[in-house]
Structure formats: C-alpha cells, structure tokens
C-alpha cells in the first residue's frame, strides 16, 4: 500500500525561513496570501491529492485507458476526481479573478504541483497543459476568445492540449507539414496529423481546446513560417447568434473536423491518453501574429518546462517516503560495527551504510531541487512585477534555469525512483509497493518537452550568452554575493569553500564552453549535457549553502540540525562530481566524433 505526506514543513521552511517569500509577493498584488492562508490552501489541496488522486493512481496504471471508435475512456474514478478538484475550485487557483481562479501566486502554485504530481503523475498533466493554454488564450487571443476561452480554461471544465509533433517531426518542428488554409471570414482551416499528444482526446471535459502550430501557404521555410492556432474539439454556440467574429452559422455549435485514431501503448503513465490527432479541414483561430507561433508555443512549452522539472521532484519525493517507510521495516544482517538488536534474528538495514547511502542520496537531492522550486516559483511571480527592474532580472533568471531545472530535476528524479527500488531489494521490484510505477511514470519526463538533451544545447548554446550574457550575470551577482558575506563565518566554510570553488569552475567552463564552441559548435554540443548537470550541481549547492545559513543559527531544533546533516551529506557525497564533469566537458568531442561510425 503507498503511503504518501505531503511535505508542508519542508514548504513552511522554504516559504517563512530560507526565501522572503511573503514579501516578495506582496509587491506584486497578492497581499492577500499571508502564511495563515497558504497554509489552509495547501492542506486543503493536500488533502485532495491523498485522499482522491492518491488511491487512483495505481487503479489508472493497472486499467489504463480504453479506446473506441475514436474515444477515450479514463480508468474508474478519473471522471469524479476531476470533477470535484473542478467543482472546489482547484484548478483555477492560479487563474485570474475575472476568470474564476483566485489569482494564486505561482511559487504556491508550483509547491502544490509537487503533491499532485507524487500522487497522480498521469492526472496531474492535464491541468497544467489547461493552464499553459489559458495563459496563451489571455496573454495573445482576441477579446472574443478571452471571452469565450479563458474561464472554462480556468476552471477545467474544458481541457487544452499543446500539439507539436508530428510523425516525421519530433525535436525538428520546423519540418511540420500541418497546413493553415486562411478563409475569408477570418479564420483558418486545418489539416495535418499530430502524434504523441497528451490529452487529446479524453472524457474528463465537455469540450478540448488544442493549441496547433501549422503553417499557412507560402510561409517561410523553417520555424520561423509557423503560426499558433486555437482548434477546439467544439465550435462555440454562441456564434450562432453572430456573437464571434468569423465563424459561418452553419458551422456553430457542431463537432470540429478532429478526430482520435490511436492512443499510445506506454512504459508508464497508463492513464494518461497519448494521442495520435487528426486535423481534417478544421476551423481554428490564429493566435497572436501570422509566422510568430514558435515564440508564443515556447511561452507554454517553458511553462510546461518547469513543470515537467517538478515531476522529477514529485516522484523523486514519493518514491523516497515509501522506500523509507518499507526500509525501517526490514531487518537482513547485521551492522558491520557491532550487532544493533540481539534481540532479533537480525538488524534493521538501516544499519548498511550503502542503504544510508541510497536512501539520504534521495532525500537529499530531493531536498535541494525543491529549494530551487521555491525560487523559480518566485521569480515566475516576480515577471509580473511593476518595477521593470525586477520584472527583467526575473525574466533573465528564468530564461536561464529552465532549461537545468527541467533537465537536472528529472535526471533526478529518474535517478531517484530507480535508487529507492534498490532499497527495497526484490520487492522494489514488484508491483505490489508501488515504488516500481513511479519508476516507469518519471521516466517520460526526460524525453517530453524537449528531450534533456536539447535543453542542454539550449543552455549552452543559447541561455549563457543570450542577452550579451546578462541571463548569467543576474545569476553570478547574487551568488557571488552571498559566498562574500559568508566569507568570514566560520560555520559556514564547510559550505561556502567548496560553493565558491564550484562557481569559479563555473566561469571557467563556460568560457571555455563559449571561446571553443565558437570556432568548433560539436565541441560545445559535446560537453553540453555535462555542462548542464555541472550548473544543475551548483544551484543545488547554491541552494544547500542557503539552507545551512539558516540552520547554523538554530542549534536547538532537531529539524535544522538535520538540515545541516542534509547539507553535509550533499557538500561531502554528491557535489564532488562536479570534478569528474569538468574533466569530461574539457576532453571535447574528438573522442565522440572521430569513433568511427562503421564500427558503434
Ligand atoms: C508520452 C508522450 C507524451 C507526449 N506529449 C506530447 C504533447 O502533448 N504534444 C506534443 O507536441 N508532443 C508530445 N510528445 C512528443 C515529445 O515532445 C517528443 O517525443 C520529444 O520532443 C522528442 O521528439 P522525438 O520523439 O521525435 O525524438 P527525435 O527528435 O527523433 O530525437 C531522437 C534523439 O535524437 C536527439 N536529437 C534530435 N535532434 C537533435 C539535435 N538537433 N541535437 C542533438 N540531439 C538531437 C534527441 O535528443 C533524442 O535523443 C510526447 C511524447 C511522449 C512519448
């Protein structure tokens, strides 16, 4: 049986203690949201992810999905579930007033993703693909599809999906093929095939609000001829009466030309619909301006970005809670130093040092990237500032980490559900503890959103020197900051040495990453996926360091002398990698490029 507890200490910690959490929100409008009232949001959301998501989660893996002439059947209780989070409230949360939400700050939002996603990866993908495409219905649509858009969205009475791929177009979109015809009445019609589409076609909503990239006749070659289209399942009634723009009557309130040939056979997340979709003649809307679809489809798929890097959280957390649970339980040999329980016919095997090893290796990393959330979550709030200054450093510093949150947190993530089936020996293994689900669902989260790899190029060859390298100089300011005020605490050496030696190595690397890739791009496309776990290293250490400052001055509570423990298992056991990476990186790519292919 799973056993799972949302981690609202650990959030309480980060929120009150570690970030100026509240104050750094109430410059952005939400005075509102003090520590009393986060606190009863995110028990409440806790309490429907446990008590409703949670007991589905293995009912959704072992019945997966059912598929008929062109429908998709959740598993049993999916339809419910979904409802009542509809019916609370849940997912409008972040969404604006006027549209039904309660306008949630995003670094809650993001904390509340986490249990969610521990509890049901598979359901917990369809709101935040509903929200990616409310944000592009409000940020870029007409009025008119504001108007008719947005609170369903917000509210997850209707569902939205992000189609990209196509069959011969997975990480190469701008070789798509889908065709936006443009009609007289203003809007376009759609034809193509999309594959491998997360929730396109399901019985959750009433109605599915695709977000399709396409290109029109005679569009540039390449990505910058595509264009966003809103396609829904349903034509809108209410053009009926004429109340929007471009839409003939007869075509009002009729079943759009999109249909569902196939869903997916999948290693994981069974219940999540993996669909093959097909635009046939289907009226869409253009979203924002004609060939400027790619930037506004990346203002989702960044957002999904983020969001995919908390799955590799969520399940790392999950998988940790229960492999522990099961951990204390179990008893084989003995300590190495002296038997522990004479007693019993052997120790607990929490006495193994390697079973320490897995378990804090876990613990820890899951610990750090959740840290890290916290921040992110902030500065996606702080992109909403009114002081342009802040709203700018807030804007470079995302730029620059989501590419290493979404592909350090589920390198993790994958890392960690595989360490804590080891943990439990065979019975990791077996379906029964559920650990081994976890390990198949995480998997997706290094391959979707652009695979790890392409994040790692984005990050090297894009992220650190876009802007003149100003993303990296937002960055280098505040650590360099901190390791100088920290300087001369003697506490915080431990910490703060092996930071600052980090962050020197940091700058080294990447300007030898920049002088080398510059003449030579396989150089820099070599070293990029090391690059990227190096800088996921630092900012996870960056993050542990900030946590100790804290815990230093709390010599009486168990719970921050813990954290330092944390803290040291990180500096001590993980972080040292960081010096293989850099040999690696600095090897270059002669020994991948000049292997030759006849013989791999
Ligand atoms: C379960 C599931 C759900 C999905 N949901 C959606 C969805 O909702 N909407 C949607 O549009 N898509 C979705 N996808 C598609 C997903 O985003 C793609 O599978 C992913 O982007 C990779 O594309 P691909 O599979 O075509 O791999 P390919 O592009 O063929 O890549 C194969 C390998 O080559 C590498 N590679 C490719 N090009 C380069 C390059 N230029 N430089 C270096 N390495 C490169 C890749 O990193 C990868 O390792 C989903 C996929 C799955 C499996």
Known sequence: MVEYTPPYAE?????????????????????????????????GWGEYCTEVLLPLNEIGDRE?????????????????????????????????????????????????????????????????????????????????????????????????????????????????????????????????????????????????????????????EGTRGISLFLVPKFLPKEWESGGLEGLSQELADARNGISCSGIEHKMGIHASPTCVMNFDDSVGWLIGELNNGMPLMFEMMNRERLATGMMGLGLGEIAYQNSLAWARDRRQGRDLAGVRDPAAAADNILVHPDVRRMLLTAKVNNEGCRALGVWVGMLLDQMHSEDEKVQERAKALIALLTPIVKAHFTDLGCETTSTCMQVMGGAGYCSEFGVEQFYRDVRISKIWEGTNGIQALDLAGRKITQNLGRNLRFLMWPLVEFIEENRDIPEMAEFNKPLHQGVRGLQQLTLLMVSQGMGNPHFLAAGATDYCRYFGNIMLAYMWAKMARVCIQ???????????????????????????????????????????????
């Not at 040292?576 to 292997?595: D, F, N, R």
Request: aromatic share 10%; net charge negative.
């Open 64 to 220: 997966g999905l059912t598929f008929k002439a062109g429908e998709v059947t959740m598993p049993t209780g999916f339809v419910d579930a979904w409802k009542e989070g509809v019916e609370a409230g849940w997912y409008a949360a972040i969404c604006k007033p006027e549209h039904g939400g309660m306008g949630l700050p995003h670094v809650f939002r993001n904390a509340m993703d986490e249990f969610a996603i521990s509890t049901n990866m598979a359901l917990s993908v369809v709101p935040a693909l509903g929200l990616g495409v409310y944000d592009l219905v409000t940020g870029h649509g007409t009025n008119e599809l504001i108007d008719h858009y947005s609170a369903n969205l917000a509210t997850g009475l209707w569902c939205g999906t992000m189609c990209l791929t196509e069959p011969h177009a997975g990480t190469d979109l701008g070789i798509i093929r889908t065709k936006a015809i443009p009609q007289d009445d203003g809007t376009y019609r759609v034809t193509g095939t999309k594959i491998f589409i997360t929730a396109g076609e399901h019985d959750l909503s009433d109605n599915i609000v695709h977000m399709v990239i396409a290109k029109t006749p005679d569009a540039p």
């Open 11 to 43: 959030y309480e910690f980060l929120f009150n203690e570690v970030f100026d959490v509240y104050d750094s929100i109430s410059g952005i409008d939400h005075e509102e949201f003090d520590a009393d009232f986060v606190r009863m949001i995110m028990e």
């Open 554 to 600: 709390r010599p009486d509570s168990e719970f921050h002398q813990a954290k330092l423990a944390s803290a040291r298992v990180f500096f001590k056991r993980i972080y040292p990698e960081t010096v293989a990476l850099a040999a690696t990186i600095q090897s270059g790519h002669k020994h991948l490029m000049e292997y030759p292919e006849a013989m791999m």
